[in-house]
């Protein structure tokens, strides 16, 4: 088949702990999709979508080592191989099970690596995934701001948080390959930058201008750069786990997704203490940077914002953003994705999910009661104008899809053979790993 660009949504299914613990946020239950799923996936369809970010959840599916529940999985899965939607999935949303407690554990990395890999062997036809979302987000609010999971705000708890939810995800992408040697991996990390607000804070936004880059320079096998490598090593990483991350050669596998928000961008003051700065740079300028580091291909996996009182705003954003991914495309940047997240309405992300109050946030293609939004109808709009000019006309490169029914074709299994030769092959084992180590 032909290149296709990936015009995508997602199903929210963020499932974090706060109270120290004693309650979960399920957004899936929250948003109602337990029970409206085959609605939700007939709305994917109106939409003219075929690429959705979605995964089962993980604290109702994973009960033990070795031990799961997929008799959600299987429904709604089956249900997209019907529908031959491909699934971005998401295996690990901001949560873990109760028995594994939270991401100071440091049995996670490798029980979520099993758990990724009983996933590929149940739904082989999957090739598409997203072990762990936003690892430097998951790691920043658990561990660095106190809200979720194990609710810390210190460096050491940070750094442990980040070291093992990376490594998780590393584990993860290699235990999938053993299944699927063509899998994809679209890394879903949020792209920040930190503006200093007067020359006294210039020195904190440049740490912090660092540290964004961490999950993903550790997931990429990047050298981090002195002051980062120090801080590191500072709070609880060993030599032998930094030398892990640097023998890390999954970059071939990768499409380095990025999400955007209103909200990432941020004023650091001399003190260290940062507030939202509203969209300075915006997706384009940002995305570059991101880029300009890493040397992938890119997939915009994340962005909306509320529909206020005027009903257009949200519209205007999409135009905004779509305007941006053009503009990173035109400069040469392999684009080959674009998502508005989430299909429907959230629950209580206006206080980052760290408070239970039943609110929606009117943020998707759909209300809770899955009526269109104006963005709605713009995005379906949008995919249709694009859909088939960006293939024609893309600068980005092919990317190797098998859609959910191809996956037994004679053609896709001989992508997965030649795949899987290719990754044995010691001649060329050392050029298709290398990566820019340049800080």
């Given at each position: 088949?032909?290149?296709?660009?990936?015009?995508?949504?997602?199903?929210?299914?963020?499932?974090?702990?706060?109270?120290?613990?004693?309650?979960?946020?399920?957004?899936?239950?929250?948003?109602?999709?337990?029970?409206?799923?085959?609605?939700?996936?007939?709305?994917?369809?109106?939409?003219?979508?075929?690429?959705l970010r979605y995964g089962p959840p993980i604290h109702t599916t994973f009960l033990g080592p070795g031990k799961y529940d997929w008799s959600f999985a299987d429904v709604t899965f089956q249900d997209l191989l019907r529908r031959n939607i491909a699934p971005i999935v998401d295996l690990c949303h901001f949560g873990v099970p109760d028995w594994i407690g939270n991401f100071q554990n440091p049995d996670f990395p490798v029980l979520f690596a099993q758990y990724a890999k009983a996933f590929a062997q149940r739904f082989p036809w999957v090739q598409l995934y997203t072990p762990v979302n936003e690892m430097y987000i998951c790691a920043v609010f658990s561990a660095r701001y106190g809200w979720w999971n194990e609710?810390?705000?210190?460096?050491?708890?940070?750094?442990?948080?980040?070291?093992?939810?990376?490594?998780?995800?590393?584990?993860?992408?290699?235990?999938?390959?053993?299944?699927?040697?063509?899998?994809?991996?679209?890394?879903?990390?949020?792209?920040?930058?930190?503006?200093?607000?007067?020359?006294?804070?210039?020195?904190?936004a440049e740490t912090m201008n660092s540290e964004r880059f961490l999950s993903l320079d550790l997931n990429y096998g990047r050298r981090v750069n002195s002051s980062m490598y120090e801080f590191l090593m500072d709070n609880g990483m060993t030599r032998e786990e930094y030398h892990f991350f640097l023998s890390t050669k999954m970059k071939r596998h990768c499409i380095m997704g990025n999400d955007y928000y209103y909200t990432n961008e941020h004023r650091v003051r001399a003190d260290g203490s940062t507030s939202a700065s509203g969209e300075v740079f915006g997706y384009h300028v940002i995305t570059t940077q991101y880029h300009d580091r890493y040397r992938l291909p890119v997939?915009?996996?994340?962005?909306?914002?509320?529909?206020?009182?005027?009903?257009?705003?949200?519209?205007?954003?999409?135009?905004?953003?779509?305007?941006?991914?053009?503009?990173?495309?035109n400069d040469g940047v392999p684009m080959v994705g674009f998502t508005w997240y989430s299909l429907t309405d959230q629950v209580d992300w206006d206080s980052a999910l760290r408070e239970n109050n039943g609110r929606m946030n009117p943020v998707g293609l759909y209300d809770l009661d899955r009526n269109i939004r104006p963005v709605g109808q713009?995005?379906?709009?949008?995919?249709?104008?694009?859909?088939?000019?960006?293939?024609?006309?893309?600068?980005?490169?092919?990317?190797?899809?098998?859609?959910?029914?191809?996956?037994?074709?004679?053609?896709?299994?001989?992508?997965?053979?030649?795949?899987?030769?290719?990754?044995a092959d010691t001649s060329t084992a050392q050029a298709n790993s290398s990566t820019v180590d340049a800080a």
């Open positions: 088949m032909g290149p296709q660009f990936l015009f995508a949504t997602g199903i929210e299914n963020s499932n974090p702990t706060i109270q120290n613990g004693r309650h979960r946020v399920d957004e899936l239950e929250k948003c109602n999709h337990y029970q409206l799923w085959q609605k939700d996936f007939d709305l994917v369809d109106e939409m003219g979508i075929k690429f609710q810390l705000s210190d460096d050491r708890s940070f750094v442990n948080a980040l070291k093992y939810i990376v490594k998780a995800n590393v584990l993860a992408m290699a235990a999938i390959l053993e299944v699927r040697p063509d899998a994809i991996f679209i890394q879903s990390e949020s792209s920040e930058y930190f503006h200093a607000e007067n020359p006294a804070a210039i020195g904190p997939m915009h996996t994340e962005t909306n914002i509320w529909q206020g009182p005027n009903g257009d705003e949200a519209v205007n954003w999409l135009w905004k953003e779509w305007a941006n991914v053009l503009r990173v495309r713009a995005y379906k709009q949008l995919i249709a104008d694009w859909s088939q000019v960006l293939p024609a006309q893309s600068v980005c490169l092919q990317v190797p899809i098998v859609m959910p029914r191809e996956s037994n074709e004679a053609w896709a299994k001989e992508q997965k053979a030649d795949v899987k030769a290719a990754s």
